[in-house]
């Protein structure tokens, strides 16, 4: 429970254990946030959707200053320190941490649409005009739109599509 007088710190990590030492922090009974995206990879040859940090290698740390003992969080394991200017801790502002709080979920969803797709791979363009003919990907241009090229009469042409147009051909 918060009661206004805490304040967010930014925490570096070891390489490859930021959710390590959320854990480790979590455990000791300090408030954690560490920003996660959703994205799809190839693992062992399968596509797999994946939680990684959106930050890597850093999380955030809540803390009442002056109050809280700060000196067990340099030595938990996977944590490799608390970021400073000078000798000043990096206070982070609570409207950042709201912030990305809120915009994580479509974060994620965003991740996973814009690694669906590799250039020069071939998809099938599953409706509009264009339904059921073969194409290329070449690129995303914003969020929710996408450019393939496709071949119409021995000329490559290119065509921008709503993202859910398109699949990858199996």
């Given at each position: 429970m918060t009661t206004g007088t805490e304040k967010w710190y930014?925490?570096?990590?070891?390489p490859n254990k930021?959710?390590?030492?959320?854990?480790q922090l979590s455990c000791q009974g300090y408030i954690i946030y560490r920003p996660v995206?959703?994205?799809?990879?190839?693992?062992r040859g399968k596509i797999k959707k994946v939680e990684e940090s959106l930050f890597p290698r850093y999380l955030f740390v809540q803390l009442k200053a002056g109050v809280d003992d700060w000196s067990p969080i340099r030595s938990t394991r996977g944590v490799l320190s608390i970021v400073r200017?000078?000798?000043i801790p990096a206070e982070v502002p609570n409207r950042l941490i709201q912030l990305l709080k809120q915009k994580e979920n479509k974060n994620t969803a965003i991740a996973m649409n814009?690694?669906?797709?590799?250039?020069?791979?071939k998809i099938i363009i599953e409706s509009g005009p264009f339904?059921?003919?073969e194409a290329v990907f070449k690129?995303?241009?914003?969020?929710e739109r996408v450019i393939?090229?496709?071949n119409i009469l021995s000329n490559i042409s290119t065509l921008s599509l709503s993202l859910d147009m398109i699949e990858k051909v199996n």
């Open positions: 930014l925490i570096m990590s070891k930021d959710a390590y030492a959320e854990e995206i959703s994205v799809k990879k190839k693992v200017f000078g000798i814009m690694n669906r797709f590799k250039q020069g791979e339904a059921g003919i690129s995303y241009k914003g969020e393939v090229l496709l």
